[in-house]
């Protein structure tokens, strides 16, 4: 806890100790109780700026989120989609705690709305309708968030082992009896993991969702027409 004279509040500084915070703890780490102690006031002296948890983890969504540009776009429409599904997954790379807030699904960034505008104006022009364009978008965007969550977690895992890790212990000792999948191909099964790129995965999500929806066979009307 801070001692002497508590530091002179303002939303800014609010922010700055939160994500500070979730940057070195995590966001479960982030409490009223917490900041209030980091910043050597009170809780209730917190809620003349912020109004809860929830508006205080916005407030940083929306601080990385603001920093966000727009490159040119492709005019090709699935291009566009691949750039900026990259887009947001770099930057959100830089800062692995916002995946945990955007997990949960219940805030989003003023400052990411124009960027998800243009992800669905690029599914409508590949093809899609507007309901199909709204269910591709959110099974790119759990790709995406599950690609950054295992990569995050994994990367924290390993750098935290002191001994070799289990899974390559285990994957030596397969049986080609039992798992000859598995046995055959798992140098290639841990060369596409070590070598998997975001950008390849995206395209190949991506190209898949304008696959099945564009075939889709439309329903409704009179089926003997």
Do not use: N
Not at 163 to 184: F, G, N, Q, W, Y
Not at 199 to 213: K, P
């Amino acid at each position: 806890m801070a001692v002497g004279r508590p530091a002179r509040l303002s939303r800014d500084s609010l922010v700055d100790a939160a994500e500070s915070i979730v940057a070195t703890d995590g966001i479960d780490a982030l409490t009223m109780r917490r900041l209030a102690d980091e910043l050597g006031s009170s809780p209730m002296s917190l809620y003349r700026h912020v109004r809860d948890k929830d508006e205080l983890l916005l407030l940083l969504i929306e601080r990385r989120a603001a920093e966000l540009e727009l490159p040119p776009l492709p005019s090709d429409a699935r291009e566009r989609l691949v750039t900026l599904f990259v887009l947001l997954f770099d930057s959100l790379s830089r800062s692995p705690w916002i995946v945990e807030v955007l997990a949960k699904g219940d805030l989003v960034a003023p400052s990411l709305l124009p960027v998800i505008d243009r992800i669905l104006e690029a599914f409508v022009a590949a093809g899609l309708s507007g309901e199909e364009a709204g269910r591709a978008y959110h099974v790119a965007w759990r790709y995406t968030v599950g690609e950054l969550t295992v990569r995050h977690s994994t990367e924290r895992h390993f750098a935290q082992l002191d001994r070799e890790p289990l899974l390559v212990r285990i994957m030596a000792e397969i049986d080609p009896a039992e798992l000859p999948s598995l046995a055959d191909l798992r140098l290639e099964l841990a060369a596409g993991r070590r070598d998997a790129r975001y950008e390849d995965g995206i395209g190949a999500v991506i190209d898949g969702l304008l696959r099945l929806t564009c075939s889709a066979p439309t329903t409704g009307g009179d089926p003997s027409a």
